[in-house]
């Protein structure tokens, strides 16, 4: 079965600075996608940047990007230039038909 | 764009009782599946609907069950309920019935299970 995990419960961040949230996961497929998701207090989870594992680039949205290495099957995400409205906890997420998500990273971003 | 809605936002139940929650998808959304998501854990997959049929279920027991509805709304269905299934609730949407690998889910802010 496939598994996500997420090594990190906590983060830690300072305002402006550059942060990076780690993600493995476990899978025997070769076409399959990778999310990070972000669930701040409101609880709704927000899709913050997506991964196709046939494409080799690697994907970027704005100040979010992945470092996606598929032979190692790892699946980071860098948060530059951090702003407090980016606290909230992050999820890593797999998925080749059904979605299979991490514990979760807890980020705070001090000010 | 109302987005994904779902009711109640909290409840609370007494064990061995029965619950019912709601869905409604994105405008243009056919699929929905459905999360657990206990305290301090990630998301749990229990299933997917699409095209009012069950297509994927993830290892959750029979207790929990679901129907979609002809305008691609869905309920989430619990009997006999355990206090470990006192939860967070999300609903997500996309489109395709294909899995939600290719399409953006889009998820609700979840109704807050207690069972007491």
């Known amino acids: 079965a496939q598994t996500v995990t997420q090594s990190q419960p906590e983060m830690s961040v300072q305002e402006a600075e550059t942060v990076t949230l780690s993600c493995t996961y476990d899978?025997?497929?070769?076409?399959?996608?990778l999310f990070w998701y972000k669930q701040p207090p409101s609880r709704q989870m927000i899709l913050v940047i997506r991964?196709?594992?046939?494409?080799?680039q690697n994907a970027t949205e704005n100040r979010f990007s992945v470092n996606f290495q598929k032979a190692a099957k790892s699946f980071s995400l860098k948060i530059s230039d951090s702003q407090l409205g980016d606290a909230a906890m992050y999820f890593c997420?797999?998925?080749?038909?059904?979605?299979?998500f991490g514990a979760g990273t807890r980020l705070t971003v001090k000010p | 764009d109302a987005g994904v809605t779902q009711s109640p936002t909290h409840l609370i139940k007494t064990r061995g009782q029965q619950v019912t929650l709601r869905c409604s998808p994105k405008s243009g959304h056919d699929t929905v599946s459905w999360y657990q998501q206990a305290l301090g854990q990630g998301p749990q997959f229990i299933f997917q609907y699409y095209e009012e049929e069950e297509r994927q279920r993830g290892n959750f027991p029979d207790r929990f069950s679901g129907h979609q509805f002809p305008n691609y709304s869905s309920e989430l269905n619990v009997n006999a309920l355990l206090l470990g299934d006192s939860a967070l609730y999300l609903c997500a949407s996309s489109l395709g019935g294909q899995g939600i690998g290719g399409t953006e889910a889009f998820f609700g802010q979840g109704t807050r299970l207690t069972v007491v």
């Open positions: 997420a797999y998925t080749d038909n059904d979605m299979r």
């Open positions: 899978t025997s497929e070769s076409d399959y996608y």
């Open positions: 991964q196709e594992a046939y494409k080799q």
